[in-house]
């Protein structure tokens, strides 16, 4: 049997991380990340598992520039169309007329892109989630960004948030750019290729530096301020 793949939670034949350890690793790597740690502390990502990797890609097309209540109204009246529990194999999407599709609140790019995604999985290109964790991150945003409307800001997310991959760094995030930005108590943005080489420093635990540098940003200017090294 192939030893467990690390995970950000507890999930069937993974090894969830040491939050707090790889934290105080952090910490001891970026005092500025460090700092923020320490002020916002929490254990990180919650469990998403369940989802299919389709099902977590058609999700977040349908989420993709809409506002979370407009979005879960569409994706329901999208999963509304297929009347079993579970979410429907690809070749029944691909079986669905695409004026229905339009119907229930798909805009033509997503009814486009989601049927896309069908055809894809279809072929065997979108992979179950288990396999995808034996990948490279790189290499599944190469894999996937095949897809019409799967950009690699969308699979970052899939890898971060359905997979569980422990070393993620959105670096065109704008939350992740606004978190850097915070800590290192800069006004300007950083450009995403700063925000790699900062991450350079948070291997092979970009993931969990990415959580905190979304919370960095959430925070009151006045109370992230820290020393930037």
Known sequence: MSNPIPCLWPERGTAPIDWTAVC????????ALGA?????????????????????????????????????TIFGRFRALYPEKAFPAPSRVL??????MRRAGLSEAKAKAIRDLAHHAERGVVLPVATLRRMAP??????????????????EMLL?????HPDVLPAHDLGI?????????????????????????????????????????????????????
Do not use: N
């Open 36 to 72: 923020v740690i320490e002020r916002v502390g929490g254990s990180g990502f919650p469990p998403h598992a369940g989802a299919s990797s389709f099902e977590a890609l058609a999700h977040s097309i349908v989420y993709q520039q809409l506002s979370g209540k407009a979005a879960a």
């Open 177 to 229: 750019r606004k978190g850097l930005a915070r800590i290192m108590r800069r006004r300007e943005l950083p450009e995403p290729d700063a925000v790699i080489r900062r991450g350079e420093r948070w291997r092979p635990w970009r993931s969990v530096a990415s959580w905190y540098l979304w919370r960095a940003a959430e925070l009151p200017r006045s109370r992230s301020r820290s020393r930037s090294r």
């Open 138 to 155: 790189d290499d599944v945003v190469e894999r996937l960004t095949v897809v019409r409307g799967v950009g690699r800001w969308t699979v």
């Open 24 to 31: 105080a690793e952090l910490s001891s790597r970026d005092r």
């Open 160 to 164: 971060l948030f359905r997979v569980g």
């Open 95 to 100: 079986a669905t007329p695409h004026d229905l």
